[in-house]
């Protein structure tokens, strides 16, 4: 495609939209605290083109990130739309789990409690305890092999192939990736999956016995959300409305 056709494409109303949504979803993760520095990244891959996607750009807080800072890549890193550069632990973390895993939409973050778990030895959230939790139910994968910042394309393929089919992966002492869709479902499970962490990491800070459930009911629990969207969607558009 040449690069004008390019141009066209990435300024055209449908990924106009897309990279307004992107933007909205960093804005979002960081007013609630998601966020770390200018690290971590989001990305949607375009439709019936999964080798492209956008991305946030290298060096901008979330908080800052406007529609016309979202970059176009491909599947090799390199920047077809954007005048920002991309970071290189975004291009093979992203790239392979576009690609391998094939989801479409992937949010990566070292988001706070999530996190706190990987250090665990359990190193992930449990599915049983709380109804945020439970919503992920079967849903979950665990990378418990930690290997350094994912600086080469091995590490990306490593860690998308631990993810396998599954929405979300606890990263071993590192964050988590959520996966979606669309943005606006993705986002709603990074924001309930923190709000999940954290419920399991104050109860644990008790010392106290938790009580879970029996895992049939927390896999009705998930089934139970995942059959109706509509709260996500009212959700994204209550950031929408409410964010700067």
């Known amino acids: 495609m040449r690069n004008d056709d390019i141009e066209d494409l990435f300024h055209g109303s449908a990924l106009r939209a897309l990279r307004s949504d992107l933007a909205l979803a960093l804005r979002a993760a960081a007013h609630h605290g998601l966020g770390e520095g200018v690290c971590n990244h989001f990305s949607i891959a375009l439709p019936g083109r999964p080798d492209w996607f956008l991305l946030n750009p290298r060096g901008l807080q979330w908080s800052e990130v406007q529609a016309h800072h979202i970059v176009l890549v491909d599947a090799q890193g390199n920047r077809l739309a954007g005048s920002h550069a991309v970071e290189p632990t975004a291009m093979y973390i992203h790239a392979a789990v576009h690609r391998i895993a094939g989801k479409a939409c992937v949010l990566h973050t070292h988001m706070p409690y999530a996190t706190a778990l990987t250090l665990t030895d359990v190193r992930a959230l449990d599915t049983t305890l709380s109804q945020n939790a439970m919503r992920f139910h079967g849903r979950i994968a665990v990378d418990a092999a930690y ?98």
Do not use: K, W
């Open 147 to 244: 290997n350094g910042l994912a600086l080469d394309a091995s590490e990306g393929e490593r860690i998308a192939r631990a993810l396998g089919g599954a929405d979300v992966a606890f990263l071993g002492n590192h964050g988590v990736i959520v996966c979606g869709e669309r943005i606006g479902h993705a986002f709603d499970d990074l924001y309930y999956l923190e709000r999940a962490c954290q419920a399991q990491v104050l109860a644990m800070s008790t010392g106290r016995p938790l009580q879970p459930v029996a895992p049939a009911l927390a896999a009705r629990v998930a089934a139970q959300t995942l059959g109706e969207r509509l709260q996500s969607d009212l959700f994204f558009e209550s950031l929408r409305r409410t964010l700067p």
